[in-house]
Every structure is written in C-alpha cells, then in structure tokens.
C-alpha cells in the first residue's frame, strides 16, 4: 500500500450572513403566551445570502415556527461598509457559524397586540 498525497484543502466558500427573520405563530413555537409572533436575529453560513436564507428557513421550520419574511443585511465586510456597529458577541457568533457551518438565532424578539 502506497500512502497517495493528500490533497491540499481548497479554502472555504463559506460567508456569514446576519439575517432578519420574521415568524407568526404556529403551535409549540416556544414563543410566549400572547405574543403574535417574533423577529429573530440570525446568523448564518452559506456560499451566497440565497443558500443562507434557505438553510435559515429549513431549519427554523424544522423547529416548529412559520417563518414569513427574511431581509438580509449582508456579510460582516458588507455590514463594516455600511457603518454598521459589531459587538465582539456577534463577531464572535459570526466566528462560531462560519465555523460550525450552522444557522446561530442570536436574537429573539417577540412581538405583541398593543390593546
């Protein structure tokens, strides 16, 4: 048996993507009693924001929510050119998708009638 060279690792395509994902409510979401529905504040590997929104949403059904509406806000570079502020906290959950290639919800936001 001859040990055949491996083959150098072609770097990652991967990116990171913060998206903004709105759901209504479906039973056994886990949202709170009287809560309409919620906005969750993803992050979420993929070649391109296309692959990071369907990997968001195929999950996020998986676990029993409705989502309804996804805006992207770009890669951390893209974010960075549009002057958005970064906390170390989400640079680092950007750092842990990339690195898991996982869907991370950093933020979940419920919403509620006002009445």
């Known amino acids: 048996m001859t040990d055949t060279p491996k083959k150098?690792?072609?770097?990652?395509?991967?990116?990171?993507?913060t998206l903004l994902v709105q759901i209504g409510r479906k039973h056994g979401?886990?949202?709170?009693?009287?809560?309409?529905?919620?906005?969750?504040?993803?992050?979420?590997?993929?070649?391109?924001?296309?692959?990071?929104v369907r990997e968001t949403v195929a999950l996020l059904k998986q676990a029993?929510?409705?989502?309804?509406?996804?805006?992207?806000?770009?890669?951390?570079?893209?974010?960075?050119?549009e002057g958005h502020e970064i906390s170390d906290d989400e640079r680092d959950l950007m750092a842990r998708a990339l690195a898991e290639n996982a869907v991370i919800v950093a933020q979940v936001t419920p919403f509620f009638d006002e009445a």
């Open 8 to 17: 150098p690792k072609k770097p990652s395509r991967q990116q990171v993507f």
């Open 64 to 81: 029993d929510t409705a989502p309804l509406d996804v805006t992207g806000y770009g890669t951390l570079a893209e974010r960075e050119v």
């Open 29 to 52: 979401d886990g949202l709170p009693d009287g809560a309409t529905g919620a906005a969750l504040m993803c992050f979420a590997s993929g070649v391109d924001e296309a692959e990071a």
